[in-house]
Every structure is written in structure tokens, then in C-alpha cells.
């Protein structure tokens, strides 16, 4: 019988594969966005080149791909639940040389490795995805091993993201959606600062910091954010699926007015905030 969880989890799945062929356009653009994220959890985990590493919700496989670049004598695993979105990582990997990195598809409740198997764990932007966070932070901390490293990140408030929460901002006030439940995955479900660093804790990790990390993604113009955000934006592609044509162009008339008003004509420098959370066994 299945759970809610498990439920979820499919749904997620299903997302991740179909929004695939988005990401795989848009790779180069998501990668640059997010690297600040990935640097600091390189920095946080400490590598060195014989390390044995995991990348829980690789994705399009960074920083997973980045730290195989590091450990050189090492091996990086990276996991995920879409299989799409693995085959993009796997393509990247072959297309680099290199032969240390490997993908398997997992749920990360139910991680399909030995106790003690990785020097090194890295999970960037997944766990306000997690169906179960706290059942995801025991698995992390139980394939870790001892005095290994742990770091992830997660996004902060709408308030201080502004590439994603100006336009959601709109559209949930055109269509009234209603607040998604408490506790549900989603983008800003860890935003609360202690929220993932007690679950860590809990789970075993120790020394466990939290930092935040700020900066802005880089959009050439506004046709280039709207478009965006209506193919790798899963938030944005579900809520627009419910309404009109005659809406939708309302609502990007008036997030373009938005946008000018805030940030100019041309080059958009869209303010993003995230936290950083890491520790050790």
C-alpha cells in the first residue's frame, strides 16, 4: 500500500522527468546560478583526492561533477529520483572524462548503500523536497562515516528571492491561489534558519553552522526571465496550467511593469538568498 510519501515522491519523479528537456536548455544558465551554492558546500566538505563522495539530489549532476573534478583518486556517486534528469548528468560526465562519476537512481528515505560508505555527503537544494526530512537527514548521516562531512543548501524567504518570488507573488494574487500546507514540500518550506541544522543535529551531525549566502542571478532581459521561469520553473508551469491565455498576459504584463520599475529596462540583476548548512559525524 502506499504512503502519502510515497505518493510524493512519484509526483516529484514525474516533474523531474518532464521538466528534463527545460533544464538540459537551460543548463549552462541554471549552473552558473547556482555555483555559489555548490562552491560553498565544496569548501564546507573539505575534499581531498582519494575521498569517497555522495551527491544526493544531483539533478543535472552538480556539484557532483565538480567534486569528481577534485577527488581525482577518489569516486563521487550522484542520486536522484528522476532518471531524466541522471542521463543528463551521466552525458556531462562522459563528456568531461570523467570516470569517477557514476549516477543511480534513489530515493534518499531509503538510501541503497552500506552504513559508513562515503567520506563526504553533499545535497544542494533538496531538502525542501524531501517528503521526510528528518527520515532523509538519518539515512545522509548513517552512510556517512566517521568524522565525515555533510553540507547542503536551501533556499531562504521569497522575501530575499526575489527571481522567483516577485513573479510567484503575481501570479498567486491573479489566480488567489491558496497557501500550500504547512510543512509541504516546496521552494521556501527550510527558509526558517534552524529549520534543516536541527534536523542534522538530530540525526548525529555535530559542529553543526548555518551561514547565509546572498548574491544575484543575471537575466539579459525580461524576455529572457519569462521564458525561463516557463520552462524550468515547475512552480510557475503548475499554476499557469490553471488559468487563461488572457491571464497569463496580464500577469506578464504586469510582471514586466514590476520589473522595470525595480530593476530597469535591459540587464536584470534579480537578488537571490540562501543558507548554508553544514556539519560533521
Keep these: 500500500m502506499q504512503t502519502s510519501e510515497d505518493i510524493i515522491r512519484e509526483q516529484q519523479r514525474a516533474v523531474w522527468n518532464q521538466f528534463a528537456p527545460g533544464w538540459k536548455k537551460w ?145 498567486n494574487r491573479a489566480l488567489q491561489l491558496p497557501p500550500p500546507p504547512q510543512g509541504a514540500p516546496g521552494m521556501f518550506r527550510c527558509a526558517q534558519p534552524g529549520i534543516i541544522s536541527g534536523l542534522l543535529e538530530a540525526a548525529g551531525l555535530s559542529g553543526v553552522t548555518e551561514t547565509v ?3 544575484q542571478v543575471i537575466y539579459s532581459s525580461p524576455d529572457e526571465y519569462w521564458t525561463n521561469m516557463n520552462e524550468v520553473a515547475a512552480p510557475v508551469v503548475a499554476a499557469l496550467k490553471q488559468t487563461d491565455s488572457e491571464t497569463i498576459n496580464r500577469i506578464k504584463e504586469e510582471v514586466w511593469a514590476l520589473l522595470k520599475e525595480k530593476y530597469g529596462n535591459g540587464e536584470l540583476a534579480l537578488p537571490f538568498s540562501t543558507l548554508i548548512i553544514q556539519g560533521s559525524k
Design 213 to 215: 549566502l546572498s548574491g
Design 27 to 171: 543548463d549552462d544558465f541554471t549552473m552558473r546560478f547556482l555555483q555559489p551554492m555548490g562552491d560553498a558546500i565544496i569548501r564546507a566538505i573539505d575534499l581531498n583526492e582519494r575521498d569517497t563522495v555522495l551527491d544526493v539530489a544531483t539533478g543535472t549532476g552538480e556539484p557532483g561533477l565538480t567534486i569528481a573534478s577534485i577527488v581525482t583518486k577518489g569516486s563521487v556517486i550522484g542520486t536522484d529520483l528522476s532518471e531524466n534528469m541522471l542521463s543528463i548528468a551521466a552525458e556531462k560526465a562522459q563528456q568531461s572524462g570523467l570516470t569517477n562519476y557514476t549516477t543511480q537512481v534513489a530515493d534518499v528515505s531509503k538510501l541503497p548503500f552500506a552504513d559508513t560508505s562515503f567520506d563526504a555527503v553533499s545535497c544542494r537544494m533538496g531538502f525542501m523536497f524531501f517528503p521526510d526530512m528528518a527520515q532523509a537527514a538519518r539515512e545522509l548521516v548513517r552512510v556517512l562515516r566517521p568524522n565525515g562531512r555533510l553540507a547542503t543548501s536551501v533556499w531562504a524567504g521569497p522575501a530575499d528571492n526575489a527571481w522567483i518570488g516577485l513573479l510567484m507573488g503575481v501570479i
